[in-house]
């Protein structure tokens, strides 16, 4: 019960701008903590960004912080991550995450999620 399906990757030049979105259905998850984590080829998924239930608080990795925003509206069941100033080491398919509770822990990570997308495309050229 639940699915979330990732859309908006595509080929951006470095210094560009894309908004990626995740769209939850068969049940809400409104209530539940979202994030947005990303793996590039070789390395390992890591957490990108994260966003309580309500929307009221917000995290991110430091490598992305002044140029990332995660947001989330409720009543579509969607969450964004608008990437601004994107740098080719941004490259990597984007996955979209929620778990079962309101709030991530500090250091979110993988293996702490409880629901994933199948990952959208980021491709970030020189």
């Known amino acids: 019960q639940g699915q979330l399906v990732e859309s908006g990757g595509g080929l951006v030049q470095a210094g560009g701008s894309l908004r990626i979105s995740c769209a939850a259905s068969g049940r809400t998850f409104s209530m539940y903590a979202m994030g947005w984590f990303r793996q590039a080829p070789g390395k390992e998924r890591e957490f990108v960004a994260g966003i309580s239930w309500s929307g009221g608080s917000t995290t991110y990795t430091d490598s992305v912080k002044g140029r990332f925003t995660i947001s989330r509206d409720n009543a579509k069941n969607t969450v964004y991550l608008q990437m601004n100033s994107l740098k080719p080491e941004d490259t990597a398919v984007y996955y979209c995450?929620?778990?079962?509770?309101?709030?991530?822990?500090?250091?979110?990570?993988?293996?702490?999620?409880?629901?994933w997308g199948k990952g959208t495309l980021v491709t970030v050229s020189s």
């Open positions: 995450a929620a778990v079962r509770s309101r709030w991530l822990t500090p250091d979110p990570t993988a293996a702490g999620m409880d629901y």
